[in-house]
């Protein structure tokens, strides 16, 4: 009755819709206020209507007022309780005044109305009062119909015991037994109907028809209905769901997939949800039957009737902040981020005028309003959903109270304490559920299910839980089922160095020899610790044949062929030498004889000293008795110790056959010779029955009788080992059937045994129908009549089980069986089994849905087919699905498999047939439908399935949504990330959904190619944002990212910045977080930074990691290894160190050798020795290499032959007396051939360790003695035995010798020796004479080089280019000079090639007309300067065309471009692409550009406006020619991109001027901010060759850690004189090393050369001990080693190596003695030559000098005529001394003479004159000398002309080069008789010298020049001949030097502007010619130059100097050391007055 009352009332219950129903909000009690509008009613109307309202309003009032809890809607409320009379009457009334109403648009304004009413506003109007009170107070009869729909799903109260919450929604998914039973029986008969359809062609087309006509109009229809609702629910969305952005920031919040589903609708993501929601509709109202009780117990007996309701307290805590459906929302979107914000902006068509409304409605609101009305509207759909989804007050059991239906925010839905707990099958709650692995330890059995369930649902916690948990996993893996974990944990980002360190334990293998090794754990172990377990089966025979036990492990065994023969003791490199740890001999029990014979065999002294020297030891081993024998044996070995190795070893003593057969061979020998000797085995053993039946009466043999077999057998175990994998087959998977057969054949005993007697393996293999065959296979093996799968009978069974007791088949319905209990019912019950179960269909199903049990199915379906008869028609296997398919004539690609298995449900069927339809049907849909209603569909479904994500989360309901869209929404981001050019947006999308999309990925364990290609995304970011989106990333992300990136490296070519980024953001923020990420960064170490690497978390004591940057160190840059040594140090501090034990290095390992050296050198000499090894295989700094060599070499005076090899050319280091202690010994033939190696290498040593080592050796006294391969091991020590060794050498010993000669770096005159004596023997012009010489071609006369001919030289000229020292200038002027006197040289370009940098211009001008035509080729060779420029002068005239329509294939020839032609090659083409061209073009150029050419481009690029871009493109060499005062206005970034130009490209900046280069520094230091505080590593290390001259005010800042851990990098820097004064106090700081006293041999090899930078004051208070000869050199050494390098070469001018040279004369002196004798004092020491070479003469006292013997005299003294700094008075007594040993000047050869060098400046003029210089040789050596006077010049010129007797007009051009200064000698008379040409060949090299000349000379000198021969009219010379001529340009008359235009100008050197005096300087340069100077032109002026001139020319002078200042500032690299403040005004007012006051310092800026 109840039901019939309450359903009479549907007109009230529609009204009530309409205007919706508020439950349990507050009402508002306002006074009714009218909405004033325009109407067309007369006032009286108004009035009229205002008072019905009133009317209404107050009636419906006094009805609810009859019920006091009406509102509240308690269960009291009934329907009898109503009156529904009233009700109508209200209703019929109401209906009267709303008729007016709809006239006045109050649908229109509705929505605002309601914003108004929800917004709890006051002043709503009369309308909004009466909507209120309608929905408040007439909505009781739809709540009570609702409430009584509710009350009827309840059950009786047994039924309702569940716990579940009874709503109506579940009631309805659930269903009762009765429903379900009628639903059944209709989807039956519907299937029947369907099946039995006579479907035609025609019908189906007719229907089909009908279909695309109905899907067409219905959907056209729909989509016009459902904009405006669509609209709604977007915009309430929009609001509910904050969907994260970054708007500026660099950090977002994760969203979550509701989010991102939101943000792709936005965003216009086509999500493809169509199938998804499909499959989740279907999923619910077509559910599979299945049990729920995946794990059968005690507490699930019944299958539960309701999907897996998730706790509501879990809901809460997790999801609070996101939870769509929750109403006191706090962190709503704002208007902007909705659908609104278009719609207001007008920016959408089609929107609505109610939606419009809306919008404005909602913008009016404030932010607490639009909460309101949030809130207020939540209530509103949780009153409407609450009766569906919560539980009726009706169904309370027991004294549980009903909840209520509108839950507050603050209360829970209280669960019947009386329901059972249930588990419930649900992936998503596993930790609800049994995934419990604290659990799993205390639980005796663990399912195999279960765990393969957890390992793909909770993969994170399963790794750290499981996989980390070495016992459980043990545990997990005595169930064979669970041996896939061995792959899982290795796969799973788990620590693989843990898990070999847990399983791959070989010696517990080898000690359990009957616990057989399973191949699963072999194949992990191998997979991942395979190169050592390889070498221990190969090397350790008794491994290899526990191994090979297991025949199933044979498809494992290595190719060990490949393996060097290991001894005869297992594996001497591993485990061989653990059998011989003798300190690890702890149970004497567990060593056998076998052992002690073998350990004595290989290893006799070893044993000696450990076991027989110890007494205890060794009765403890005699306490045997089957040692009694060793006593023995160690009486002897002590009497005799064993001094010799063993003998090497040999397989053939071990394996020797023929004594097999007679006595009891061990079983260890047997496996040795079978792996390593084969052939020789199967010979003597397999083919020997009676060696073969003596091997086998030992059990340990068993595994010959395997081997032993024939090729074919040998064959089938290889096939068996690949192919037979029998271990697999016992897990479900799928085996092809030719490779069963195959097995069945071969391998047919092993075959039966574990496939047709295994119940389980032949099921598995029977899943695969192709494999039936089985049936009648294994029939044949079973018994008669048993099918197969093994007995039929029952009542059998193994001991303990009885099938008719556990065998419950009937219970299985309710409660499936384990795996266990399964498969012993089908062993040992297997007719009943098959009777009970296979007819079963709903169990069939059951039991196919569980892996463990799959297997059910297809052997019943195999088992119907075997058992029945051949009448059995084929209508038994027919699919209904595949039948209906078929008939409906439907295309479907889904898998029919579950389907057609034996027990599918009908609701399979159905929704088989529903997805087939719906596929059939999309095919035709894109024809059907406009992309409108595509469009409107699309974002239907995608807000369909928010929505049901959104009830998932509020009602703890699985609805499946997560699971059937993940695929979806993984290929739609991923497709749209492939379409997407939006670099913003892709960002958005990885950086704040990137976990969510992770967690999607993560449901399989199989990673999809779309899910790669999420993560492939990664690497597409913009390095600008790389950092934030890594930063926000999941753990499980950046996994990810590392395993696709170590899998694609190679293809992905990240640039170094990007991965030095992506390296850092993961130290940074994910590995603080995780350490075990460690390994998995790996293959980024690398690309860490030192900073990155520096702050890397507290990680040194994981094992772990230690071991993998142990392994990655060799592939990283030194300084990354360092930075890795820095970080270790922290946990390795020296006073660890020193009490580290004596393994210490290795147990550490590659690290320890990167420590700082404050550490490092705490190692003590054992711990080195222990380690060296270790040591060796790393880089060692030299610091480290001589700290190992003096610390072991210093502290062991008994280091063996073998020591000395380990150490190898460490030894070098060493200091030479403590290498001599070993003199006579083995161990000194090792020493000498190391340090042999190191003289070859060319390495410097002490003259001392070389002498003593190699030198002082009785055969070298005695050359002719030497064979020439003796004399070829010494090739590289002949420079240093001097030229009086080599002039005792036969020429009959040097041709053999030749080859080991040719790249030996002789000095002149020794190669001229070696020459003299070759070609006496044979003569230059043979063929190939030249080439073989190599070096030695310094030695060539000049005068032999110009007889031979142009195909000789041509033939030659590229093979004597190569090789170092080249070319002499006379003899490369003779060469080039003779060459290009041939036409035919513009063909012979390739071979003159290496001498065209000093190729006479001259002789390159008549040849350009002819090389501009042969361009090609020309453009290709390294011109110099005025070469390109003349020949592109050519191009110019001949080819202008060529110039302006491809100027870039000029080539080489691109550098002698005119500065109006560059102009014209910009300006024609503006664009800064072109403009980038040419300048990459003149980048490439092979020689600097000139200055010229610089300053044009600088001069015309600055005029572009962006020229700020091209600062990188412009080149160091081009930007740093730019003056300061341009440089200083560049910006940060400017001046950061100037600044790793410099750095990328040092020499430039090397090069400049002092004050420019710290003028330079100074800006970019003040632009960069480095002046305050510190001055850091970082920002050292970032100036790079700059950061030495900044200020010393930032100088003296520096940190002092840094200082002291990087002095071997700092010492390669260049230092002025105050930054040195500045080393040298922060050396004795107490930071860095303290005071000198306090310093030992450690400090000064890590002080090294800067010890040179102390004063003389600190230098006499070092120890004199310390300061030994060695150390002295070692000094030397390393200073000139650094003067000969990039930096030092370049880094002092001639008076700071004066200087400083006087501060290492000063250390030699003082500590060798020479300053503290008497006058009549002998001699300290007398030098030899060899340590003259490794210091330098002028260091020593003359008298010292003059002391040498005359042999070592003779040997040296090339070098001293060679030193710069010998003084005056030293050379005057050695020249006494050459006059002693060779007699009269007169009488000197031209060996003596061209090895006098400077010396022959003390020579007198008249003994000049005397000198013979007939060779060009000794004239070059005499004209090399700067310092002659005029008298002497005029001498020496005199000298040559009598010599050679030629006159100065004989003199040919190589000859001139000769004499250089000499050239000055000559009168002007004599001058102007020179011949022209040959004067003007030798210009190139004569320009380059600063020559003494008179002016009278130099203007004749240049009168030659302007010869019509040589370069013609000075008017018609251009810049090239102004360059080629150098410094004789100050020889230019003052009428020609005065008319001198700009392209000439520009060519005059620096040096000759210098040259010219001042009085003729400030005479001929106009100020309008200063003004095109230079600036090194400029700066070249001297003061007295300065001083001459007047005030306009001094002026321009200036302008030069500073362009674009307000004042001139001169800084012309006049430098005297200042250190420049930081003060503007300083520095301009201390560089004015250097330049009024130049010689006044101390008036310079105090301070500075």
């Known amino acids: 009755m109840r039901t019939l009352t309450m359903w009479s009332t549907p007109a009230a219950c529609m009204m009530c819709i309409l205007f919706g129903i508020i439950c349990d909000v507050k009402q508002v009690c306002s006074q009714p206020k009218l909405i004033q509008r325009e109407t067309d009613q007369n006032p009286d109307g108004i009035t009229k209507l205002k008072e019905d309202i009133h009317t209404v309003i107050n009636q419906i009032h006094s009805l609810s007022s009859e019920n006091e809890n009406t509102r509240t809607l308690s269960s009291s ?265 278009e719609i207001l902006a007008g920016s959408r068509e089609g929107s609505s005028t109610s939606v419009l409304t809306l919008c404005q409605a909602l913008s009016s609101l404030s932010a607490m309003q639009m909460e309101q009305v949030w809130s207020n509207m939540c209530y509103v759909i949780q009153a409407l959903v609450s009766p ?142 395979g190169p050592r377990l390889t070498t221990l089966i190969c090397e350790h025979n008794r491994f290899f044949m526990l191994l090979l036990s297991n025949p199933e492990n044979m498809r494992f065994m290595p190719n060990c062929s490949n393996l060097v023969s290991p001894p005869p003791i297992p594996g001497l490199d591993s485990l061989m030498l653990d059998s011989c740890r003798y300190s690890e001999w702890h149970d004497v029990m567990q060593i056998t004889t076998d052992v002690l014979s073998k350990c004595i065999l290989r290893d006799p002294r070893g044993f000696t000293r450990e076991v ?62 079978w792996q390593y000797d084969k052939l020789a085995f199967q010979k003597n053993v397999c083919c020997k029955a009676s060696v073969f039946e003596k091997l086998l009466q030992d059990p340990q043999n068993k595994w010959v009788k395997s081997v032993c077999a024939d090729l074919k057998e040998i064959e089938e175990i290889e096939v068996l080992r690949q192919v037979c994998k029998y271990s697999d087959w016992t897990r479900p998977i799928i085996v092809d059937m030719t490779e069963l057969a195959l097995c069945a054949e071969i391998d047919p005993l092993n075959f039966t045994s574990k496939v047709c007697s295994n119940e389980t393996v032949l099921q598995n293999l029977l899943a695969n129908q192709d494999n039936t065959w089985l049936i009648q296979h294994c029939a044949n093996y079973s018994k008669p009549g048993t099918s197969p799968g093994g007995g039929g009978g029952q009542g059998g069974g193994v001991m303990g089980f009885n099938p008719a007791e556990q065998c419950q088949y009937s219970s299985w319905s309710v409660s499936l069986p384990d795996a266990a209990l399964l498969t012993l019912c089908w062993e040992h019950d297997q007719t009943k089994f098959v009777s009970s179960i296979c007819p079963n269909p709903g169990l069939l199903f059951l039991l196919a849905r569980e892996l463990s049990s799959k297997w059910v199915s297809t052997m019943c379906a195999t088992y119907t087919n075997y058992t029945s008869t051949n009448n059995t028609t084929a209508e038994h296997n027919v699919c209904l699905a595949k039948k209906l398919v078929r008939q409906f004539n439907w295309t479907c690609s889904a898998d029919f498999t579950s389907v057609c298995q034996p027990g599918a449900s009908q609701n399979m069927v159905l929704q088989m047939m529903v997805r087939c339809w719906v596929e059939s049907l999309r095919s035709r849909v894109g024809d059907l439908l406009t992309p409108p209603v595509v469009t409107m569909m699309e974002q239907g479904v995608s807000t369909t399935v928010v929505i049901l994500l959104a009830l998932e989360e509020v009602q703890n309901t699985s609805l499946h949504v997560t699971e059937n869209i993940r695929l979806s929404v993984l290929s739609s981001v991923a497709r749209y990330l492939e379409q997407e050019n939006d670099l913003d947006k892709k960002r958005v999308l990885l950086q704040c959904f990137g976990r969510v999309l992770t967690s999607l990925m993560q449901t399989a364990r199989d990673v999809t190619s779309d899910e790669f290609f999420i993560i492939k995304e990664y690497f597409s970011i913009p390095l600008s944002s790389l950092r934030s989106v890594l930063s926000a990333a999941h753990i499980t992300t950046v996994r990810l990212i590392l395993q696709y990136y170590s899998r694609n490296k190679d293809t992905l070519q990240l640039p170094d910045n990007y991965l030095s980024t992506m390296v850092s953001v993961l130290f940074q923020t994910h590995l603080v977080k995780d350490g075990s990420l460690f390994p998995e960064l790996a293959p980024l170490l690398a690309a860490a930074s030192p900073a990155d690497i ?218 001229s020796i070696i020459v003299d004596k070759l070609s006496s023997s044979n003569t230059l012009s043979t063929p190939g004479r030249l080439e073989e010489l190599g070096s030695l071609v310094v030695g060539v006369k000049t005068e032999a080089l110009l007889t031979l001919t142009s195909d000789k030289l041509l033939s030659s000229l590229p093979a004597m280019a190569q090789h170092t020292p080249g070319f002499s200038p006379p003899q490369a002027n003779a060469i080039s000079a003779k060459l290009w006197g041939f036409p035919e040289v513009v063909g012979w370009l390739d071979d003159v090639e290496p001498l065209l940098y000093c190729t006479p211009l001259l002789s390159i001008l008549p040849r350009t007309h002819q090389l501009v035509n042969n361009i090609t080729t020309a453009s290709t060779k390294p011109w110099n300067t005025q070469q390109a420029k003349a020949i592109f002068k050519e191009v110019l005239g001949t080819k202008p065309n060529l110039i302006k329509q491809d100027f870039l294939s000029l080539g080489t020839v691109g550098q002698g471009v005119s500065c109006k032609a560059l102009q014209e090659r910009f300006r024609a083409d503006p664009l800064p692409l072109s403009v980038r061209r040419i300048l990459a073009f003149l980048r490439q150029q092979p020689s600097p550009l000139h200055t010229s050419l610089k300053k044009c481009v600088i001069d015309e690029l600055y005029q572009f406006e962006f020229f700020s871009q091209l600062l990188e493109d412009l080149g160091a060499e081009i930007a740093l020619s730019m003056p300061v005062s341009t440089i200083k206005k560049f910006s940060t970034d400017m001046m950061d991109t100037l600044r790793k130009i410099i750095i990328k490209d040092l020499h430039q900046f090397i090069v400049l001027s002092r004050t ?136 002092l001018d001639k008076n700071e190596r004066r200087r400083f040279f006087e501060k290492q004369q000063f250390v030699l002196q003082y500590f060798l003695g020479f300053l503290k004798i008497k006058p009549l004092s002998p001699t300290p020491m007398v030098p030899t030559c060899e340590i003259l070479h490794t210091t330098a003469p002028s260091a020593w006292t003359s008298k010292s000098l003059t002391s040498m013997s005359s042999s070592a005299f003779s040997n040296c003294l090339e070098l001293i005529g060679q030193d710069p700094f010998l003084a005056s008075y030293q050379r005057s007594q050695v020249v006494k001394k050459v006059k002693e040993t060779y007699g009269p000047v007169s009488s000197y050869s031209q060996s003596v003479i061209s090895q006098l060098g400077g010396l022959a400046v003390e020579l007198s003029v008249e003994e000049l004159t005397t000198l013979r210089l007939t060779d060009r040789r000794s004239i070059a050596s005499m004209g090399a000398v700067s310092a002659w006077s005029n008298r002497q010049l005029a001498a020496l010129f005199t000298a040559v002309l009598n010599s050679t007797k030629q006159s100065p007009s004989q003199l040919d051009s190589s000859t001139l080069v000769a004499m250089g200064y000499i050239v000055c000698g000559a009168k002007t008379t004599e001058m102007n008789t020179f011949n022209a040409v040959e004067f003007s060949k030798a210009v190139l090299w004569l ?78 340069f106009r100020q309008q010619q200063i003004s095109m100077f230079s600036y090194e032109q400029a700066a070249a002026v001297t003061g007295e130059q300065l001083s001459a001139l007047s005030d306009v020319q001094k002026t321009a002078l200036a302008m030069v100097l500073t362009p674009w200042e307000d004042r001139p500032v001169d800084f012309r690299g006049k430098s005297l050391g200042l250190a420049l403040s930081h003060s503007p005004l300083c520095l301009i007012v201390g560089l004015l007055i250097l330049l009024i006051i130049p010689r006044y310092p101390d008036l310079i800026c105090p301070g500075t």
């Not at 229809?221 to 769901?241: E, H, N, S």
């Not at 020559?1891 to 009168?1903: H, I, K, R, W, Y």
Request: proline share 5%; glycine share 6%.
């Open 77 to 341: 409320f009934t329907v009898e309780s109503v009156d529904l009379n009233a009700y109508f009457g209200v209703l019929g009334n109401l209906y009267g005044v709303f008729q007016p109403l709809m006239r006045e648009r109050f649908f229109d304004d509705l929505p605002k109305m309601l914003v108004c009413i929800l917004s709890g506003r006051q002043d709503c109007g009369l309308e909004a009062e009466l909507t209120k009170t309608v929905s408040l107070e007439l909505g009781k009869p739809l709540l009570m119909l609702m409430s009584s729909l509710r009350s009827q799903t309840c059950t009786t109260q047994d039924d309702g015991a569940d716990g579940k919450s009874n709503s109506f929604l579940r009631a309805y998914l659930r269903m009762g037994e009765s429903t379900a039973a009628t639903l059944n029986g209709f989807q039956q008969m519907f299937l029947k109907i369907l099946s039995s359809l006579p479907l035609s062609g025609k019908l189906m087309t007719a229907l089909s028809d009908v279909v695309d006509n109905a899907v067409k109009y219905v959907s056209a229809f729909m989509a016009t209905v459902l904009q405006v609702p669509m609209d709604y629910i977007k915009i309430a969305l929009q609001f509910g769901i904050r969907i994260p952005s970054l708007k500026g920031k660099e950090t977002c919040e994760q969203g979550d997939l509701k989010q991102l589903i939101m943000w792709g609708i936005k965003h216009n993501v086509s999500w493809s949800f169509g199938n998804s929601i499909i499959d989740i509709l279907l999923e619910t109202f077509l559910a599979s039957e299945q049990s729920l009780c995946t794990y059968p117990g005690p507490e699930c007996q019944s299958s539960p009737s309701a999907p897996f309701q998730r706790s509501v307290q879990e809901a809460d805590t997790d999801n609070s902040h996101y939870m769509l459906l929750k109403c006191d929302r706090r962190n709503l979107a704002g208007l902007n981020d909705t659908l609104c914000a």
């Open 388 to 529: 569906l989804v919560s539980r009726s007050s009706d169904c309370s059991v027991g004294d549980t109270k009903p909840s209520p239906a509108v839950t507050s925010p603050s209360q829970t839905l209280p669960l019947p304490r009386s329901a059972p707990h249930r588990i419930a099958r649900e992936a998503s709650n596993l930790k609800q559920l049994a995934c419990n692995y604290k659990n799993w330890l205390q639980d005796e059995v663990v399912d195999a299910v279960l765990v393969s369930l957890c390992s793909d649902n909770e993969r994170e916690p399963f790794v750290k839980q499981v996989c980390h948990n070495a016992l459980l996993m043990r545990k997990l893996l005595s169930d064979q089922m669970n041996t896939w974990l061995y792959g899982y944990c290795a796969n799973a980002s788990a620590d693989p160095e843990y898990m070999v360190s847990q399983f791959c334990v070989y010696e517990e293998w080898i000690d359990k020899p009957s616990v057989p090794v399973d191949p699963s754990l072999l194949e992990f172990c191998m997979n991942l610790d």
């Open 1556 to 1691: 420019k280069q710290e003028l330079l520094v100074d800006k970019m230091v003040q632009r960069m901010g480095m002046y305050t505080g510190v001055f850091t590593e970082e920002e050292f290390r970032s100036l790079g060759i700059m950061a030495t001259f900044v200020v010393d005010e930032v100088f003296v800042q520096l940190d002092r850690s840094f200082f002291t851990d990087n002095l071997d990098f700092l010492r390669g820097l260049c230092y002025s004189s105050s930054k040195m004064d500045i080393v040298a106090s922060i050396l004795q700081e107490p930071a860095a090393f303290g005071p000198v006293q306090s310093w030992n041999q450690t400090t000064l090899s890590q002080v090294d050369r800067f010890l040179f930078f102390l004063p003389e004051e600190r230098l006499q208070k070092i120890s004199p001990e310390l300061m030994t000869v060695g150390r002295i050199e070692k000094l030397f050494m390393s200073q000139r080693q650094w003067e000969h390098g990039d930096v030092g070469i370049h880094c």
């Open 612 to 673: 027989c020297s110890n007494k205890t030891f060794l009765n403890s081993l005699l306490s045997k008795k089957e040692n009694s024998w060793l006593g023995s044996h160690c009486n002897t070995s002590l009497t005799s110790p064993p001094t010799e190795a063993p003998k090497p070893f040999s397989i053939a003593d071990w394996c020797d056959y023929h004594t097999w057969g007679e006595r009891q061979v061990d079983d260890s020998v047997v496996g040795l010779c």
């Open 1094 to 1311: 520096h702050a890397l978390p507290s990680l040194q004591n994981n094992a772990n990691v230690r071991e993998t940057i142990n392994r990655y160190l060799g592939s990283m840059s030194l300084d990354r290894r360092r930075a890795f040594g820095l970080w270790y140090s922290k946990v390795l501090p020296p006073s660890k160190i020193t009490r580290g034990h004596q393994s210490l290095i290795r147990d550490t390992g590659n690290l320890i050798t990167y420590l700082p050296f404050h550490n490092f050198q705490h190692l003590s000499p054992a711990q080195l020795l222990d380690g060296l090894d270790v040591l060796q295989r790393n880089t060692l700094s030299p610091l480290k290499q001589e700290f190992i060599a003096q610390s072991l070499i210093g502290t062991y005076r008994n280091l063996t032959a073998q020591d000395f090899t380990r150490l190898g050319n460490l030894s070098c280091l060493a200091d030479s007396k403590d290498l001599l202690v070993y003199k006579g010994t083995k161990a000194f033939r090792v020493i000498q051939e190391f340090v042999m190696n190191c003289t070859r290498e060319g390495r410097s040593l002490p003259s001392h360790l070389t002498s003593s080592v190699l030198l002082n050796s009785t055969e070298l006294s005695v050359p002719t003695s030497l064979s020439p391969d003796r004399l070829a091991e010494l090739a590289h020590l002949l420079p240093s035995l001097g030229v009086t060794f080599l002039q005792r050498l036969t020429s009959s010993q040097l041709p053999a010798v030749l080859p080991a000669l040719d790249s030996v770096p002789f000095s002149p005159e020794q190669a």
């Open 1887 to 1964: 320009g380059q010298l600063r020559l003494s000349c008179s002016e009278e000379q130099l203007l004749a000198l240049v009168g030659l020049l302007t010869h019509s021969l040589a370069f013609g009219l000075m008017s018609s010379w251009g810049t090239d001949v102004f360059i080629e001529i150098g410094v004789l340009a100050a020889g230019i008359s003052d009428m020609a030097m005065s008319s001198l235009v700009k392209e000439q100008i520009e060519g005059i050197t620096p040096v000759a502007i210098s040259m010219i005096s001042p009085k003729r300087f400030a005479a001929v």
